[in-house]
């Protein structure tokens, strides 16, 4: 997933091998969002001191996206026990990730067997080569929050996981991890993850006609805004989509242009498609964007490589006239294609990303 690509790149450059203190505090959460979905974390997780711990989770974390996808992530630090380093050396130096399965055992003796199980070594590179200190970042993915499999984790503590043969002991680790991990459902259900069905809601109130054709989007800023967007200012064209809407808005005042999403409201729907974002720059570049995310799990390439491809022929039946775009003949853009009428510019670029198909699309009105 993307948003577990990103936050990999941060902890691998900070994770390293500590020991929990004696106090007993409380677990704080946070949660934060983009375009692709949800991201919770726990504070330091603090285990009790006991003679026999060495091993220590010392953080946990919930990944969400739109397609109702959800990961669960262990940060585990140990000194001497050589099963947790020997699972977390499992990723070798250079390689993205490695990717396996695992068993998890709750304390109720069920079972549960998790086929797609990522491991990171987050141990500090000057460590690396230690047979007794190590990091290991562990991800157990699902693919459906709503899941039983899922349900598992969050009404039953974890007593043991197994990866190829070797053992990670939470009698040892002495975390209510079911607890942490509702909790962590809770805080993000409570930002505005309430999927049902791959449908979401995002708590905003809905505009007026938010199904929008091509053409539309093209003319219309956002969907909404004047045609054109004639004699919009930046001030102008922000109070206007506030006025219209409950949007959340991100504003880049020195940089004239303010962007929207789908978490935080943004509503407009192409062929029942939602933008999980749009934007608008004002002023002498004047010039907005959307666009549309298709995840791998529920779309192939022939189905984003031809709603793309529609997308486009809208664009074409208003009169528009198309050639290839700069990016076409690229391996990672399955369609890149630049359409042009008097002033009006548009790019139209299909993005084959790890986990989703990216539909892009630029309008400039007064190229």
Known sequence: MKKLTKILGAILLTATVGAANAQNNPIEYNTTADETGYFC???????????????YITKMEMITVFNNAVSIGFTITTVGDKEVISIARKHKPGDKQYKTSATVTFNN??????????????TKDNFKSSASMGCLLLYLNFPDYQSPDFNLL????????VIEGHTIDFNKIKVNTAAIVEQMFKEISQKGYKGSGGQQSYGATPSANKAKSALELVYYPLGILPKDGAGMSYYNALNEVKSKTNWKIDEYQNSSFFTTYAYYGYDITWHGLPFFTAQMTCGEDLQWQYTIHLYKSRYTESQAVNLTNTFIKEIEE???????GILEGKSEYPVSKE??????RINV???????????????????
């Not at 003796?109 to 987050?122: C, E, F, S, T």
């Not at 969050?154 to 996981?161: D, E, H």
């Not at 359409?339 to 009006?344: D, E, M, N, P, V």
Request: glycine share 4%; net charge positive; with cysteine.
């Open 41 to 55: 974390e726990t504070s330091k997780i603090v285990s009790p001191v006991r003679k026999d711990n060495i091993t």
């Open 318 to 324: 208003g009169g528009f006239t198309k050639k290839a």
């Open 339 to 344: 359409l042009t009428k008097g002033t009006y």
């Open 154 to 161: 969050r009404n039953n503590n974890i007593q043991k996981i």
């Open 109 to 122: 003796n069920r079972q549960l067997n998790v086929k797609d199980a990522l491991i990171l070594d987050a």
């Open 349 to 367: 670029n299909l993005c084959n990303r790890d986990d989703n198909y990216s539909i892009r699309v630029d309008i400039w009105p007064n190229w």
